[in-house]
């Protein structure tokens, strides 16, 4: 809590010490636009006065005075305006460009808080199991049970491993694509079989077209589907149904996971795709993750040429949709 008062009390420093300061600038511009007019009729003033009053041109030389007078008014008021757009553009970009840095600063010390906890979770977990397992002499069952409850743990380690390792690699351009012709059909299957063995107490129901392949790499769409099925479950209750739809129609692939959860608020759809960005308030939220799954959902449905959308599950949840043109 008291960390989040820090960052509103420095968001809101920030954002005040910014129009002060725009709005002294206005004010300077304001101020050079005056005094540069009062300087032009000034000088115009000292023209006049040097007229004599027999002179016979001395309607021209006013004239030409007040002609004079009025373009540098006119120039005055276009120069004016030029650097006051321009410096508002600029001024209106700065400040979505410090707002920006600030949240995606505060995104990642959540992300780093969130990775340091989704670590020390299994590791203490496994650890616990194995000095019980040293320690105690537990039967062939206990053993068991302790044993694939650790082999689950190493497992959500090495998927969190693979998340960063392959965001980072994304983002750096540095992966290498194996790209084939895959059956995704076959992909499908085995992660929803694999899912099944590892949450027994959950319901899935999977309605997958055989035979439906498509060029890409069989380990990122296998980590797209994952990471889709466990985002679900992590916002689903645990009596309630996930459900995986994969079908083809002429040329477009859709893979769909469907959940009965909290759903996904309208104001968020767009964003829930950033990276390291998580639904909710940081300092309220109860569900695990790190921000990086659908980030990199995302970028392997692009990577794929492919689209990877969200949308309302009714009466409630989310559905989530890979679309693929073969």
């Known amino acids: ?188 299957e085995n992660t929803v079989k694999n899912f099944k063995n590892r949450f027994a107490d959950r319901n899935f129901q999977a309605y997958v077209e055989p035979a439906i392949h498509l060029k890409g790499e069989s380990v990122l769409l296998q980590l797209l589907l994952n990471n889709l099925i466990d985002n679900a479950l992590k916002y689903s209750n645990v009596g309630s149904l996930v459900t995986i739809h994969l079908h083809q129609e002429n040329q477009r692939i859709q893979m769909q996971v469907m959940d009965e959860g909290v759903g996904v608020p309208m104001s968020d759809k767009d964003k829930i795709f950033e990276k390291f960005y998580r639904v909710g308030a940081e300092y309220t939220r109860t569900t695990k993750g790190t921000g990086l799954g659908l980030y990199l959902c995302n970028r392997i449905a692009k990577f794929h040429h492919g689209v990877l959308e969200v949308s309302a599950n009714d009466p409630k949840g989310s559905i989530f949709t890979f679309t693929y043109f073969s």
């Open 1 to 188: 809590m008291i960390s989040r008062l820090q960052k509103i009390s420095k968001l809101q420093f920030v954002r005040l010490f910014y129009w002060l300061f725009l709005a002294y600038m206005v004010v300077a511009l304001l101020w050079w636009y005056v005094a540069l007019v009062k300087q032009n009729d000034q000088i115009a003033n000292i023209k006049f006065g040097t007229f004599q009053s027999n002179d016979p041109a001395i309607s021209k030389k006013i004239a030409e005075i007040q002609d004079f007078q009025l373009r540098k008014s006119k120039q005055y008021i276009g120069e004016g305006l030029t650097i006051l757009f321009l410096f508002l553009l600029g001024a209106i970009y700065v400040y979505r460009s410090l707002l920006k840095q600030i949240r995606y600063s505060n995104q990642q010390q959540n992300f780093m808080m969130a990775v340091t906890h989704e670590l020390k979770t299994p590791i203490a977990i496994t650890q616990l199991n194995l000095e019980t397992l040293i320690k105690r002499n537990l039967d062939i069952d206990q053993q068991k049970k302790m044993l694939e409850v650790s082999l689950l743990e190493t497992q959500r380690l090495d998927n969190l491993c693979n998340n960063i390792l392959l965001a980072s690699q994304l983002d750096m351009g540095e992966y290498k694509a194996n790209t084939q012709e895959v059956d995704l059909s076959v992909i499908v």
